[in-house]
């Protein structure tokens, strides 16, 4: 028999893509691995507080169902139950946002395994912008984890709870009797979806009612610094008075924002959307005149900076030292804790004459998911994400993470909240906001972003003074954003 | 004893040709190619077709609902021609100015002098920066009142627009950030390898017929990269077409619509308001779309494109 050459390069190419197409062939057909544990970084990408969820709680501690039963205090991590098989390791994977939450997760995990001995937590954390789209992915494919944060704002946590996603926990909340009032009403509300609880608070503030300045700039002007007291009228004419480009600008407010069109409806006592989120009311006249306060400010006292200018930013120019005052979250103090190149302080948004200031509670949950193996161990986790050491945690938090704390009173009211290395007063007013903050409404339909963006075209026009805000205005605007009010579910 | 091929060994070395054999062989060797497009590109592309029909909001399984999609795309949906109208703006703006402005940028370049190279290098760079950091920077250029171009604009008593916050000025400005990253781009690459590929004796013949500068670039360059044009205007099309990122961080479609692009439509649909069915049916129009701007432009290539290597009657 002769013998082959088999070391002929045909022979050696041939080999070898016969070898890496059947190693491509399975792989494909592996079955899919779970994601990679990804550790939370420990330098957070800075993310924009409009990114955060919102709080939409006012704090006061309502009486719950579950107020005839003793409650139960979620605070301190409690086993969870012990699977067959002493050796057996639990692996819970947590979904959360990359940079934003990390620090208060890198103190509580641990505590909670320590607690749980078999359980281990793995965070899988995604780019805030992408972590939507990345957790409808997941779930699209099956690969969703055991316990998520999820937002009311962008309607994320009301899709994923009706599409079967989230686990209804109402029957933990009935078994271990947990006092819901533990958590600000408006919290624990914006959780229910059509009568069932999808999780709990994980955090709440109420949105975007800070009103910052810069109190050097007010003393050299000779002008009184805002306080709580101020009305909007006295907000304009302090404005005009400081207002001297290049050198100092007066005034900047959010824009392009899912949050501010209930706060800019609100602020003369009006609203955008109805109680259950079926209708609009920005055919109000009180409803109208937050929208054409702005229109006048741009426009008649060309006073703001222009919110459609994405760079530099508000809190760029206020650092920078050449803006007076703007509007944002509460929660955007953070990116302040260590400003020294001039004075700071935080007050509130002027009230209205209805004595409104324009707030919306904000809330992000906390929930487990139909998909996890470990209902169990996730809903014990759940409780400890949203306790009172969680939620201080959060409020604790540095650099350019989110200082948003739980929501909660217990945090609000807490020495740790409240002694927080602020400006004097800025904590108490932060407080005073909490328990102030109107409630969270938003589309039935949960089409908030596509509300959004029409609002968003609606509202450059008149800010652009391509339209003057006139009845005929607002009716178009009402008659568009209804349409979109109207159709179904997604 | 030398043994007899048995009949099936026959009938095998009749069918396994040396010509069959060598096709086999590349389609072997090209196999993780193939494997790799057929499921991650032709897959999904039937799965999007597929989807096309159905109302999918990606948590729950798709319902076929027919051509409705479809219906709503031409008849009910006043965003798919507004998108579609600016990015046709956007594209008209970017490929004119883009392939011409990088065709001159390599005649430029092509020129025997000293320094070309660095000058090769020096416009090449800003190619390389990623579209979201041009995008922010920009942003920061363009600020109306603190901005260097309007700044710069000042000291020659020109009072800048609004750039990026006027529905004027909006497209203009992204197409402006578009060709500082482009024009020196991969484009004037492509330019420059063509130009350089013109045989030198057309040239000389020319210049003893007594052509000068501008007749021997008309008569020679222009004719000799016909190819190289037809080929950066076809990609050119498709490229602007396909515009997103930048409208995505630097305006996020506004001011009041003004860059609301096709694709940044799609990802809102599909992304933002999980209709992914909906989204499928926008991208099939699309790529309906492209591929008859693609089919016209190999059509009319006939009349202006000449190859060198093509025999015409």
């Given amino acids: 028999m002769q013998l082959r050459k088999l070391t002929s390069r045909r022979d050696f190419l041939r080999l070898s893509v016969l070898g890496a197409a059947s190693a491509a062939v399975v792989a494909a057909c592996a079955p899919a691995a779970p994601p990679t544990p990804t550790a939370a970084p420990k330098a957070a990408e800075p993310t924009k507080p409009a990114a955060e969820a919102k709080p939409t709680e006012a704090p006061k501690p309502a009486a719950t169902t579950a107020a005839a039963a003793k409650p139960t205090e979620v605070a301190k991590p409690t086993p969870a139950a012990k699977p067959a098989g002493a050796a057996q390791q639990i692996t819970l994977r947590l979904h959360a946002r990359a940079g934003v939450e990390d620090e208060m997760f890198g103190n509580l995990l641990p505590k909670f395994e320590a607690a749980n001995p078999g359980v281990k937590v793995v965070q899988e954390v995604f780019p805030g912008g992408d972590y939507p789209q990345k957790l409808q992915t997941l779930a699209a494919g099956g690969t969703i984890g055991d316990v998520l944060q999820s937002f009311t704002n962008s309607s994320m946590f009301q899709q994923f709870f009706v599409s079967g996603i989230l686990a209804p926990i109402d029957d933990y909340i009935k078994r271990d009797k947990v006092d819901l009032s533990q958590w600000y009403k408006y919290s624990m509300d914006a959780c229910l979806v059509d009568g069932k609880t999808g999780g709990l608070p994980f955090k709440s503030h109420p949105s975007r009612v800070g009103l910052f300045y810069n109190v050097d700039l007010f003393e050299k002007a000779g002008l009184k610094v805002p306080d709580l007291e101020w009305s909007y009228d006295t907000l304009t004419e302090t404005a005009v008075k400081i207002h001297k480009p290049p050198d100092v600008y007066a005034f900047s407010h959010p824009w392009h924002d899912i949050a501010f069109y209930p706060i800019m409806s609100r602020m003369y006592g009006g609203d955008f959307f109805t109680k259950d989120g079926k209708s609009t009311e920005v055919d109000k006249a009180e409803s109208q005149q937050g929208w054409i306060w702005h229109y006048d400010m741009m426009n008649k006292h060309k006073v703001t900076l222009n919110p459609l200018q994405t760079a530099p930013t508000p809190q760029d120019m206020f650092v920078s030292g050449k803006l007076a005052m703007f509007r944002a979250n509460v929660g955007t103090k953070a990116a302040f804790i260590k400003l020294d190149k001039f004075k700071w302080s935080m007050t509130l948004a002027p009230k209205g004459p209805k004595g409104n200031r324009g707030s919306l509670a904000e809330t992000d949950v906390e929930s487990t998911t139909k998909a996890s193996k470990y209902p169990d161990q996730a809903w014990e986790l759940l409780k400890v994400l949203t306790s009172k050491e969680a939620g201080i945690g959060l409020a604790q938090q540095t650099g350019n993470r989110s200082s948003t704390p739980g929501g909660r009173p217990d945090v609000y009211n807490s020495p740790e909240h409240l002694n927080l290395p602020y400006p004097p007063g800025v904590q108490q007013v932060s407080l005073k906001a909490m328990n102030e903050a109107e409630e969270w409404r938003g589309p039935n339909n949960f089409r908030g972003l596509e509300v959004q963006r029409l609002a968003d075209e609606l509202s450059d026009l008149m800010l652009l003074d391509k339209e003057k805000p006139t009845k005929e205005y607002f009716a178009r605007v009402k008659s568009e954003i209804q349409a979109i009010m109207d159709k179904p579910r997604p | ?313």
């Fill in chain 2, 1 to 313: 004893m030398a043994t007899t091929p048995t009949q099936s060994v026959i009938t095998r070395r009749r069918w396994l040709t040396p010509a069959r054999r060598e096709a086999f062989e590349g389609l072997l060797y090209i196999s993780p190619w193939i494997l790799g497009f057929l499921i991650f590109a032709a897959g999904p592309m039937i799965a999007s077709l597929a989807l096309s029909f159905t109302q999918y909001n990606i948590l729950k399984p798709p319902t076929f609902i027919g051509l409705e999609n479809y219906s709503v795309v031409f008849a009910r949906d006043r965003l798919f021609y507004q998108s579609l109208t600016r990015t046709a703006y956007y594209a008209v703006a970017i490929v004119t100015v883009g392939v011409t402005g990088s065709l001159l940028l390599a005649v430029l370049l092509n020129q025997k002098l000293r320094g070309t190279v660095a000058f090769r290098t020096m416009f090449f760079v800003p190619s390389l920066t990623p579209i979201v950091a041009s995008a922010l920077l920009w942003g920061w250029i363009f600020h109306p009142e603190l901005g260097l171009l309007n700044n710069g604009l000042a000291l020659v008593g020109i009072k800048g627009p609004g750039w990026l916050t006027t529905t004027e000025w909006a497209i203009p400005s992204l197409v402006i950030m578009a060709l500082w990253g482009g024009l020196g781009g991969g484009r004037m690459i492509i330019f420059l390898a063509g130009l350089q590929g013109v045989p030198q004796e057309l040239y000389e013949a020319a210049a003893i017929d007594g052509a000068g500068v501008w007749a021997r670039f008309r008569n020679v360059t222009l004719p000799m990269i016909t190819p190289t044009i037809f080929f950066n205007l076809v990609l050119g099309i498709i490229g602007s077409f396909s515009v997103f990122t930048v409208a995505y961080v630097a305006t996020q479609g506004g001011p009041a619509r003004a860059t609301y692009f096709y694709v940044y439509h799609i990802f809102n649909r599909g992304f933002a308001d999980s209709d992914m069915g909906y989204a499928s049916a926008l991208a099939w129009v699309f790529f309906a779309i492209l591929l008859f701007f693609t089919a016209v432009q190999f059509h009319l290539q006939r009349y202006w494109v000449y190859y060198e290597s093509e025999e015409r009657q």
